[in-house]
């Protein structure tokens, strides 16, 4: 029952995962209306978003920082990335952390939470305002 309780908090995060995905759908449909332009925007902004990431981390490298040490990035800020962090793949930590020999030791992702939380207000507002200045 404890093991139970300790990881409870996944089920918050899952809503707000959910939640925050389908502001971030919402927005997009709202700004562009065509279900097409909906889908190629939202291909382009993953591969986009995926692109930054690894530019990032190839700075990180280039500066000569430890990629072993889990260092704040400004790439798990953005939405799809602050999304998929809220609930860690229990199979890759818990695996990684066995073949090396480590302990693993969670860390609570707060700063993901604040930035869905900021994220969703911000897809939600601009669908609002988008609306607002163009049916009514």
């Not at 981390?57 to 072993?68: D, H, I, T, V």
Request: glycine share 4%.
């Amino acid at each position: 029952l404890s093991l139970v309780m300790e990881e409870i908090f996944f089920i918050p995060h899952y809503f707000l995962k959910l939640f925050s995905f389908f502001c971030l759908l919402m927005f997009i449909s709202i700004l562009f209306k065509k279900s097409i332009f909906v889908f190629l925007s939202f291909v382009f902004y993953w591969i986009c978003e995926g692109v930054l990431s690894g530019i990032e981390g190839f700075m990180r490298l280039k500066s000569g920082a430890n990629p072993m040490i889990e260092q704040f990035s400004y790439t798990s800020l953005l939405p799809l990335k602050s999304m998929s962090d809220l609930i860690p793949n229990p199979y890759a930590r818990l695996s990684l952390a066995k073949a090396m020999g480590f302990k693993y030791q969670f860390h609570y992702p707060i700063e993901n939470v604040i930035a869905c939380l900021v994220w969703t207000t911000i897809f939600i507002l601009g669908s609002y305002w988008i609306l607002k200045k163009r049916d009514w």
